[in-house]
């Protein structure tokens, strides 16, 4: 497939145009886009990658043996079969477990990014094919990146959306912030993705003209490029996971020093009485001071108290990012930020008081479009049964275990099945000698993927999934002005289909081919989504071509909404007239609901509780495990841009000269890094942007083992999740606390193994 015409297509990290020309598929981003993602370069090196799966391949002990518990998983052959026989199997061995066990004896995971496009959504597929065709699945709820937010936002204040998404804008920051204090930073790493697609990289120009301004950013956490340059920031390193101890320190100094918004506690809050009393220790006979947070923190008391004071009278903005909460007891300092924002009185107001995510995502900081778009329907799902969806290991080891979760006891269902479609949970699940052992248990892994990820090699069933250029689809996102017909720009890879087109052909074989595809195809579905987008745009008198129109252009622009400030502006403005949908109407800064459930890794209010994940003796540094740079998880590690930061094949880990020195690590030597539950090995870069105490090695490195026979063995590529915990974050969110973890660096001598992680394993090419 080769054009001359420069085609329209988007991805997580940017829209673009491209065309294929002799030496493959050229890219260019789109033209309104001030700050371009250099992620947009791993994907034309993706497209005809050794790493991709190439035709339907089934597990050789599943073939011959069937369905059943086996730890071979992930160190067994493949078969490679013709397509229909692979989907008669699957299809013959999903109609068995529904008529055995029943839709609640399959857990549809498919957790995962996938494509941009609104239609071949892979996890919107999934869901659909498995409540039109099976009647419903055990699902996930949450996500790994805001599990603990994602509970205890609306007990508090209101939902991620609300909070996260609808609340203060980048152009708010640009034109009335004076100070931002951001915990956890606001990597523009983590801004340049949004899920649906993203026309305009914003951030760093809004921070840019933030700081000419005047505005000063404070970074606070172990890593100071978590705000950019053009921020001007100062940067406070911090003992990892203490975030909370130093909120409470300086809401101490603002009550002791009468410097809070006595007014705005009183009308716009719930609790306060409560929390007063925990910072001022009535109960423990601790109070909360910065002498106090000073030992916990690793900063400075006076400097705790004069933060303190820069923090009032001026338009001050708290910002916590999804990182904090990705740890132990990560509840407490999203709830912490909150009430240290609400002791300042400035919430609601334009470039002011507390935004929980913000540069999380391409969306946070942004008005949403006044257009719907488009979205598959999934159907209804009869299964109640449910799981917080970093509790999978959990679920596969101890079926029938009871858990807490949100106030209620739930008990883990009993998973026959387990299909994933457009996600990798090798990449983002912690403990992964543990996952290994969960996959195990199961009677069938079923898995559509377009590369060879250590998730398709646990597999029983490999369908090779097309790549989102090897289709056609429409990019869109509530929070972008432009929707994108993404064009098909390559043929499919080897004998690869759409998700779409596998269901179909499934549901046929189960007799419910009409529920999935209510008789229409790609383009059909394609038509029927754009079409509420086209209506709404008639509507107000916009531009509103019909479908053809759409199909043939470069991108159709959509209004955004007024900058109203969400629900937090109205509420400032009446308290009375747009009250919260909280218990008292109110942000809660103490919580009798949370607290009449009676968890002592959550109480009633935000509290410091001391994390166990903490440095000692076998293991005294931080790792800590953030997204990477160079790619969106672990999509299309073996891309350009990702390959380009790795050093002799293997993932860079970041280390203090300090502490390099005092293990004889220099630069660029392999290390290996190691705790308890595992080992990997990296590359060492020397950097004093990485603060002493601490090792940073981000996630995404596709996991390799040395030998998949051991229990526990060697990752030779640095997959860090291999050494993080699998343990939630409280008994009220059961979040994933993959963020942080204490392990030991040493410079590893010994023979370096080969890194295997792209190389497809090797079929047998004939059926036993």
């Known amino acids: 497939m080769t054009t001359t015409a420069w085609l329209p297509h988007s991805s997580h990290w940017g829209a673009f145009s491209a065309r294929m020309g002799a030496a493959g598929l050229e890219l260019r981003p789109h033209p309104a886009d001030p700050d371009p993602s ?23 002990g599943w073939l011959e043996r069937g369905p059943g518990p086996d730890a071979r998983r992930g160190r067994d052959e493949f078969v490679a079969l013709p397509w229909d026989r692979a989907l008669d199997l699957l299809g013959a061995e999903l109609a068995r477990v529904r008529d055995q066990h029943g839709p609640g004896a399959v857990f549809g995971g498919s957790y995962g990014w996938s494509s941009a496009g609104r239609f071949h959504h892979a996890q919107s597929q999934v869901h ?61 790493k983590n801004s340049a ?39 001007r920031a100062e940067w406070w390193p911090i003992r990892p996971n203490t975030d909370t101890a130093l909120m409470l320190a300086l809401a101490h100094t603002l009550l002791a020093e009468s410097l809070h918004d006595e007014a705005f506690l009183a009308t716009h809050t719930a609790g306060w009485p409560v929390l007063r009393g925990y910072l001022l220790g009535e109960a423990d006979g601790q109070p909360k001071h910065a002498e106090w947070a000073a030992p916990i923190t690793g900063i400075d008391a006076t400097r705790i108290r004069d933060l303190a004071r820069r923090l009032t009278g001026r338009r001050s903005l708290i910002t916590v990012a999804h990182s904090l909460q990705r740890a132990e007891f990560g509840e407490q300092p999203v ?27 391409g969306h946070t900081g942004r008005r949403s479009v006044a257009v719907p778009i488009a979205a598959l329907p999934q159907g209804s799902n009869a299964v109640r049964a449910f799981i917080p969806v970093a509790r999978i290991a959990d679920m596969l080891l101890h079926p029938a275990e009871g858990y807490d979760y949100d106030g209620r006891s739930y008990a883990y269902p009993d998973i026959r099945t387990v299909y994933w479609a457009g996600g990798n949970p090798f990449h983002h699940h912690q403990d992964l000698n543990r996952l290994r052992r969960a996959f195990a248990r199961v009677d069938t892994l079923v898995v559509h993927e377009s590369a060879w990820t250590a998730t398709a090699r646990h597999a029983d ?31 499919p890879f080897g004998q690869a289909r759409d998700d779409f087109a596998i269901f179909a ?10 529920a999935f595809t209510e008789s229409r195809d790609v383009r059909g579905w394609l038509r029927h989504l754009y079409e509420p987008t086209r209506a709404a745009l008639a509507e107000r008198g916009l531009p509103a071509p019909d479908f053809d129109g759409f199909w043939n252009g470069p991108g159709l622009d959509l209004p955004f909404a007024p900058d109203d400030g969400g629900i937090l502006r109205r509420f400032r403005d009446d308290p009375a007239g747009q009250a919260l949908h909280t218990p008292s109407g109110r942000i809660e800064l103490a919580s009798e609901v949370i607290a009449g459930f009676g968890y002592a ?96 090695l981000p996630t995404g490195a596709w996991y390799d083992p040395e030998d998949p026979a051991q229990d526990a063995p060697l990752c030779v590529h640095g997959n860090p999740n291999v050494l993080t915990r699998d343990v939630g974050t409280s008994s009220l969110a059961q979040g994933c606390t993959g963020q942080l973890t204490a392990v030991e660096v040493e410079r590893f001598t010994g023979n370096l193994p080969p890194v295997r992680a792209f190389d497809p394993p090797l079929p047998i090419l004939a059926a036993v």
Not at 335 to 360: C, D, F, K, S, T
């Open 38 to 60: 250099a992620l947009l370069h791993n994907m034309p090196t993706a497209l005809n990658h050794r790493a991709r799966v190439a035709q339907p391949m089934v597990r050789r």
């Open 128 to 188: 659909r094919f498995l409540n039109t065709v099976l009647g419903g699945y055990v699902r996930s709820v949450n996500s790994y990146s805001a599990g603990a937010s994602g509970v205890i936002l609306p007990r508090i204040v209101g939902t991620m959306e609300d909070v996260a998404r609808r609340n203060v804008t980048w152009e708010a920051v640009a034109q009335h912030s004076e100070i931002v204090l951001a915990f956890g930073g606001m990597a523009l």
């Open 193 to 231: 993705v949004a899920s649906g697609g993203i026309s305009r990289h914003v951030e760093r120009g809004a921070m840019d003209q933030a700081a000419r301004r005047g505005c000063q950013f404070i970074c606070i956490g172990p890593l100071r490029d978590d705000l950019p340059e053009e921020a």
């Open 335 to 361: 709830w912490m930020g909150l009430a240290l924002a609400a002791m300042l009185g400035q919430i609601g107001l334009p470039g002011g008081g507390y935004h929980y995510a913000l540069g999380a995502l």
């Open 461 to 491: 069933i490999v369908l090779p999934a097309t790549l989102t250029m090897e289709r056609e689809d429409i990019g869109g996102a509530p929070t972008d002005p432009v929707l994108i017909p993404m064009r098909r720009l390559a043929e």
């Open 505 to 514: 052909a499934l549901a046929a074989r189960l007799g419910r081919e009409h």
């Open 601 to 696: 890794d959550c109480p009633g209010h935000p509290a410091w509780i001391a994390p166990r994940d903490v440095p000692h003796a076998a293991a005294p540094l931080h790792l800590v495990a953030n997204q990477p740079a160079t790619r969106l998880h672990s999509q299309l590690d073996f891309g350009a841009t990702s390959q380009a930061a790795k050093r002799r094949g293997r993932e860079a880990m970041r280390i203090h000269p300090d502490d390099a020195a005092a293990r004889g690590i220099a630069d660029r030597d392999v290390v290996r890094l190691f705790n308890a539950r595992g080992a990997c090995l990296a590359t060492a870069t020397l950097s004093d942007a990485v603060m002493q105490g601490v090792v940073h």
